[in-house]
């Protein structure tokens, strides 16, 4: 079984920063990417930010050039530096692996976690 536990979320004004962190549990093999999406009410979940094994990393246009993606395979770590935000950051963050175990490939999600950015 895996599991992915975010933290980091919360309440900052426009043009704060935040850092989101997710770590992965349980009977890993491998971890072959990670990732954020966000969820905003009423629209649907969108990716942000992507990190492969190999380190390549994409990112959504509107978020370029102010979050940072980064993993630290050893610890099955992976963060979202955010800086710069905006109230469109608003939305629930998600946490996404793409994991093998000794049985499957699955893409697992974390519970979520709230960043509301206010004006």
């Known amino acids: 079984q895996v599991q992915l536990v975010e933290s980091g979320g919360g309440l900052v004004q426009t043009g704060g920063s935040l850092r989101l962190s997710c770590a992965a549990s349980g009977s890993i093999v491998s971890i072959h990417f990670m990732g954020w999406y966000r969820q905003a009410p009423g629209k649907q979940r969108e990716l942000v930010a992507m990190i492969r094994s190999d380190g390549n990393t994409n990112y959504r246009d509107s978020v370029k050039g102010r979050f940072t993606i980064s993993r630290d395979s050893a610890k099955r770590t992976v963060s979202l530096q955010m800086n710069s935000l905006k109230p469109e950051d608003t939305a629930v963050y998600y946490c996404?692996?793409?994991?093998?175990?000794?049985?499957?490939?699955?893409?697992?999600w974390g519970q979520g976690t709230q960043v509301t950015v206010s004006s």
């Open positions: 996404n692996a793409g994991i093998s175990t000794m049985s499957s490939l699955y893409d697992y």
